[in-house]
């Protein structure tokens, strides 16, 4: 009986070793945006109108057809909320701000060129709004999202997505160090003719069967400690809206 209690010891003591080892401090923790969707500015006029918030976050600075107005300009500017207040005062390695995307024109039978966005980041208010459009912050990395062909939307749709990243490693310890709560993230086109498709949360693409992880962070700390878990996302349900939004898109390519 002494022994089995001294031998379930030694495993424990081995598990909390290996726990606690350099491979498990060098494990990335992996934090979802807590909500995300997009601000746009339509008709385009540097005032925001809106806030999307869809099963994909659109990137855009394109000109629409429309009946009431005639051909005009629009702009979606995805916007992103980190909970990064369990981290305050950690020591980061290195995060790296990581989505899906991809950029497409509806009917085009070959890919769409590559397009280079800026992330810009800010201390936020852990909400979005129409502030957020253009809410001052610092260039956070840019990204490039590779284009796809799409020629069609008739079902069965698939527009392949693929994975785009950037190091912030240096905003967001800017956040842990000033213990900001909510830090926040928004990607903007400088750009015409610009038109981005990103997945949203954790929940399927619907334009597509497979589905698609949503914006996250990759952090990387210094020291050893255990896993913090990440916030869920549990309010980033489905809506059917994004299917009425890139109709409206589309149909002007
Ligand atoms: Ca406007
Ligand atoms: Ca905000």
Redesign the pocket.
Known sequence: MRSGKRRLGLIGMALLAALCGPVQARAAIILDVVVDAYVE?????????SVQDTNSLILDRVFVDTIRFGRVELEGRPVMVCDVSPYAGRSLVSAVFSAYGTTTRYGATEPADPLTALLIAYPGDGVIDLADFNRAGSIAGSVTILGAAVPTLLPPIRIPMEPFDTDVTDTVQAWFNGGTAFGEFRLQADLEAFFALMAAGQVPEPFSPEPFPGPRLALTFTESSPTIPEPSSLFLLGSSLLGLAGWRRWRTF
């Open positions: 500015d339509f008709p385009r006029d540097g005032v925001p109108d």
